[in-house]
């Protein structure tokens, strides 16, 4: 066990006062508050889009028949408003409050600090108007495009000189374990987003992904993975590690344990991501690889739930009546549900049965809405009293948003995982006579869609306690007045005397430098020993002869369907299962997807796979299932396109984006770069013609054409040999 040094050295001796060896000098409160309002306000919209997406996936009616508000395109603006407005939002509140006392000094800088702050608002914004343009790279928690990146670029290296600048000048020589946390933060997300983010634009707000297929899903789900792991999961252990003893009066259980999880944690996290695509087209070692890092993973991050459990040892007395400790503690517990079931998820066993389902969905919220979500709360309401030098407004108030959000958890997640266990089996399940019992698709979705509503109506509990504590929060400001500037007075220099002064890891925790260089070199081994292997052995990608690149038209309509969201809703990834050949047709293998920027694998499976759709149906039903779903499907979830059949194909960009792509490798002729518009007329002539064979009138150039000349193209370009 340890001293907590966020409790030693609040006030500077008064033998040191005496002597006039102090200095006085101002936390910076506002940029606390800005950054708690900005937490506040962007929860509350990302909240409220996803329970509109949430009774969207129930009743296609709430897509309100709007190309800016399909499921398909507002999806990933929930996804990136939660993580990072809210969640993002959240952590600089945090840490912005938490290192100014931890090395008792100011920001770096003021000027750094707004710039910061008012960078990341306007990024945000700039997410809320073009995701629901369609303007995305469609790569998971990664969909914003090149300027967006290069702005995010930009302002996380804003944040990480303020930090460190910071850092640099603390007065306290001792870093404490959530600087640690804070330092593997900022590092790995900067290596995770510029490696992921490698993309060719072809104009403003358009890109391809420099890598492709087999090569661009492992980077992105190396990301992807990543991205829950150093954006939701380190930053917010280091927010534990400070707040968590500030609101329980209490050290940190273990010093030791808090090393251990450390440098555990970041170096085993990196390994994990391909599990997130067992079964696919991803070479069976990197496979095995994520599989056998998942499970190694349980031991550090139960290390750090535990270190924050103990702390609350003797404590307990103050959580049945403090409602931020109660936060707190369903917050750690959520997080070691979560961390148990990622590694157990990652077995493959688990894997076959559970991939593409809602299981994944429930597992995923069980992590934001517990762990991210409540901990958040809890700083919240932490905070903003001390902020504003005032009591908390109703502490009855915070209890009714504590059940209220607890019970809101409860009826997104059973439901979740009612309809993954249901999804999972019934993909698998076969007749005594040995065929599909559910062949067609559309009978899975249609049983759990009254699991949908229940999951709506917990998220809307959820946002209704938040919305409580808006109020909770508004009028503790209200009766207090915001301190802006908090005056402090510590010693020019500290020197902490605890327990573990004389620990071999004292050494680094005094030296930033050493700290940042060696958690860049714990986090890049696992990256590069997936990587190298992955990008130079040209054997993990074989080709296929018979594989070739997209027509003009083709590629177009692939545009289109990322436009469009659907990889939001689809896989084009049929597995090795024999319930997915009956059903779809061959396994995908690695080399068809050799000309594919971006890969478009898919996580979840609302409907049917359809990497081997093509020719499956005739131009006609496309046409009819685009118009209206449900004339094809009855009973669909599917939204209906109405605009693609009035909007023109874009023309204008054809050249351009054959260009991009041959520079990245897809082996175009000049020739047919040249004449890309004249091969797109002709191909989209001819599908215009077979629609009109079958009755439907429909001019060459509209959307509909280029998107059926995609879909028709899907998983046609090997041949398999029928069975003699």
Not at 281 to 302: C, H, K, R, T
Request: a neutral charge; charged letters at 15%; hydrophobic letters at 45%.
């Amino acid at each position: 066990m340890s001293t907590n040094v966020a409790e030693v050295l609040e006030n500077a001796p008064d033998e040191l006062k005496q002597r006039g060896l102090t200095e006085t000098f101002f936390y910076d409160n506002k940029i606390v508050r800005n950054f708690g309002i900005a937490t506040i306000l962007w929860g509350v919209i990302g909240m409220l889009i996803g329970v509109i997406i949430a009774f969207q996936l129930a009743n296609p009616n709430v897509n309100m028949g709007s190309q800016y508000t399909t499921f398909g395109r507002v999806r990933p603006l929930h996804t990136n408003a939660v993580i990072f407005a809210f969640v993002g939002n959240a952590i600089f509140m945090g840490v912005y409050y938490s290192l100014q006392r931890l090395c008792k000094t100011r920001m770096y800088s003021d000027l750094l600090s707004k710039i910061h702050f008012w960078g990341w608002q306007l990024i945000i914004v700039s997410a809320v108007i073009t995701l629901p343009l369609g303007m995305t790279t469609s790569k998971e928690y990664a969909e914003l495009e090149w300027p967006i990146d290069i702005a995010i670029t930009l302002i996380w290296v804003v944040f990480g000189w303020n930090m460190f600048g910071t850092i640099a000048r603390r007065r306290e020589k001792h870093m404490y374990v959530a600087i640690w946390f804070y330092i593997a933060t900022f590092l790995t997300v900067a290596v995770l987003h510029i490696v992921n983010s490698y993309e060719m634009p072809v104009s403003f707000l358009k890109s391809y992904s420099g890598y492709a297929g087999v090569q661009d899903a492992l980077v992105q789900w190396w990301y992807g993975h990543n991205a829950v792991a150093f954006f939701l999961t380190t930053p917010y252990l280091g927010l534990m590690y400070y707040f968590l003893p500030k609101a329980a009066n209490r050290p940190v259980y273990s010093y030791r344990l808090s090393i251990i999880h450390f440098w555990s944690l970041i170096f085993i996290y990196i390994w994990a991501g391909p599990h997130h695509l067992l079964y696919t087209a991803l070479p069976d070692w990197a496979q095995s690889l994520g599989v056998a890092f998942s499970v190694m993973l349980i031991a550090p991050s139960w290390g750090g739930m535990i270190n924050g459990l103990l702390t609350l040892r003797g404590a307990w007395d103050k959580v049945r009546e403090n409602p931020i400790l109660k936060f707190m503690v369903v917050a750690i517990t959520a997080y070691g549900m979560a961390t148990f079931e990622g590694p157990m998820l990652s077995l493959k066993n688990v894997n076959a049965i559970a991939h593409f389902t809602d299981w994944i969905v429930a597992h995923v919220h069980v992590g934001a809405l517990g762990w991210n979500g409540f901990l958040t709360f809890a700083m919240l309401y932490w905070l903003f009293p001390r902020l504003y030098k005032t009591e908390l407004f109703s502490k009855k108030m915070a209890n009714a948003h504590f059940w209220l959000g607890t019970l809101g958890i409860l009826f997104y997640a059973i439901p979740m995982y009612w309809a993954g266990f249901t999804q999972g089996l019934m993909w698998k399940q076969f007749t005594a006579e040995g065929t599909l019992q559910y062949s067609n698709f559309l009978e899975t979705v249609l049983q759990i869609v009254p699991m949908y509503y229940l999951r709506g109506i917990g998220g809307v509990l959820y946002l209704s306690g938040v919305l409580l504590m808006v109020y909770n929060l508004y009028k503790t400001a209200k009766s207090g007045n915001l301190v802006a500037n908090e005056r402090t007075e510590a010693p020019a220099v500290i020197k902490a005397e605890s327990s573990n002064a004389s620990h071999w890891h004292a050494w680094i925790e005094k030296r930033p430098m050493q700290m940042a260089i060696w958690a860049t070199v714990a986090i890049m081994i696992g990256g590069l020993v997936e990587f190298i292997p992955a990008f130079v052995i040209k054997s993990n990608v074989p080709t296929i002869a018979s594989v070739k690149p997209y027509t003009s038209l083709e590629l177009q309509g692939r545009d289109l369907y990322i436009k469009e969201g659907c990889v939001n809703c689809h896989t084009q990834m049929v597995r090795p299962f024999r319930s997915e050949t009956e059903r779809y047709g061959e396994y995908s293998k690695a080399g068809e997807f050799v000309y594919d920027h971006n890969f478009l694998w898919g996580s979840k499976r609302t409907g049917p796979d359809l990497h081997r759709v093509g020719g499956k149906y005739p131009n006609s039903w496309h046409y009819h299932h685009m118009m209206d779903p449900t004339s094809m499907s009855p009973g669909s979830i599917m939204p209906p396109y109405p605009w693609l059949f009035e909007q023109e194909i874009d023309m204008g960009s054809t050249q351009d984006k054959l260009k991009t792509l041959k520079t990245l490798g897809v082996p175009y002729e000049e020739e047919y770069i040249a004449n890309a518009n004249e091969e797109l007329m002709t191909q989209a002539k001819e599908v215009s013609a077979q629609l009109a064979k079958e009755g439907i009138e429909v001019a060459p150039k509209k959307e509909i054409v280029a998107l059926i000349a995609y879909l028709q193209r899907l998983g046609t370009d090997i041949k398999v040999k029928a069975e003699e």
